[in-house]
């Protein structure tokens, strides 16, 4: 099942995202089962150099389109782009783990 995970970014070092992700799956893969993948919306290289928050919102989007579900975790509803994915994902009535 190839999984989503949203959860802030902005501010966090690549160690604290990468932390982060390794523990979403660790959870995921004991409570779901091994056959877990997670979506990586955290690397975009095809940004832009001046890409800001909005361009990486709309690459990370447009990925939930090859999500089978989606986890939230962290401060997630402290996250504007957290709270947008989420939004998404409510209102095209996808499935949410968590």
């Known amino acids: 099942m190839k999984v989503f995970v949203s959860h802030p970014m902005h501010g966090k070092t690549d160690e604290e995202v990468e932390t982060i992700r390794s523990d979403a799956l660790k959870y995921l893969k004991a409570t779901y089962g091994n056959d877990i993948t997670l979506i990586d919306n955290y690397h975009h290289d095809n940004a832009p150099k001046d890409a800001g928050r ?17 986890y939230f975790c962290g401060d997630y509803k402290k996250s504007y782009g957290c709270l947008v994915e989420r939004l998404i994902v409510m209102l095209y009535d996808l499935k949410l783990l968590k």
């Not at 690459?59 to 389109?65: H, V």
Request: charged share 10%.
């Open 54 to 70: 909005l361009w990486h919102l709309g690459a990370s989007i447009q990925q939930m389109e090859t999500a089978d579900a989606f």
